[in-house]
């Protein structure tokens, strides 16, 4: 019986705008507004960083990985303790075809940021690509804890639990996912978890299921993850 992790990727952070614009700011703060204050070593730092980290999710909406794990980088070296950009670099990793590299981001996304569940759930999903099938179950069960009736943790964990041969486990994740997507009228996704569900009550079915480009999830948030740091 065939085993496939189906994968859900949550979608790029979008950082807020670095870009000040003079009139913005005179009303929040007068006393600040001088030509030294918007022209201070700082305001450029910010200016450049942002540029940075929009250049990186262009790059990575255009799939040009590589690109946008460069631009990710390069701001990572300017902002160290940022959840989200190690998060969004990670994500370039993981679909530029680098799991390992991936799975190492989105680990110290999750130190900086121990509530960052889109961290675990993705490390969770690389963990699959690589057949870490203990580890991965770890992962959606943390994203689950921080995010009870999280449908697409809910089916990985189903997936990966079969795939562990915890054939009671993988049913139940499963029908719950199935309750919480028929409650979303997400008629295709009810669809393929309703095929892998028939595939465990009765083996002689074999699992059919449509393969999805990540494009239907993909470049929007479930929501924020992490602080804001910007």
């Not at 994203?143 to 697409?152: E, F, Q, R, W």
């Not at 919480?180 to 009228?185: I, Q, W």
Request: no cysteine.
């Amino acid at each position: 019986m065939p085993y496939l992790i189906f994968i859900f990727t949550f979608g790029l952070i979008s950082f807020p705008s670095f870009a000040y614009e003079r009139d913005n700011l005179e009303n929040e703060n007068p006393s600040i507004m001088t030509d030294e204050y918007i022209n201070s070593p700082d305001i450029e730092r910010e200016r450049y960083l942002n540029n940075l980290i929009q250049k990186g999710i262009q790059a990575h909406k255009r799939k040009d990985f590589n690109q946008a794990i460069s631009f990710y980088t390069q701001a990572i070296g300017r902002e160290q303790n940022s959840s989200d950009l190690f998060f969004n670099r990670g994500l370039a990793k993981s679909e530029g075809g680098y799991p390992e590299e991936a799975a190492r981001d989105f680990t110290q996304a999750i130190k900086l940021n121990p509530d960052n569940d889109a961290a675990y759930f993705n490390r969770g999903i690389v963990e699959s690509e690589m057949k870490a099938y203990g580890q991965a179950l770890r992962d959606f069960d943390k994203t689950i804890s921080l995010v009870p009736g999280d449908a697409k943790a809910l089916y990985n964990r189903a997936l990966t639990k079969y795939a562990l041969n915890d054939i009671k486990g993988a049913l139940a994740d499963a029908q719950k996912s199935r309750k919480f997507y028929t409650a979303l009228r997400k008629r295709r996704e009810v669809a393929e978890i309703t095929s892998f569900i028939n595939s465990i009550q009765n083996p002689e079915i074999q699992y059919q299921y449509e393969e999805r480009p990540p494009e239907m999830y993909y470049p929007q948030p479930r929501r924020l993850f992490g602080p804001q740091n910007y």
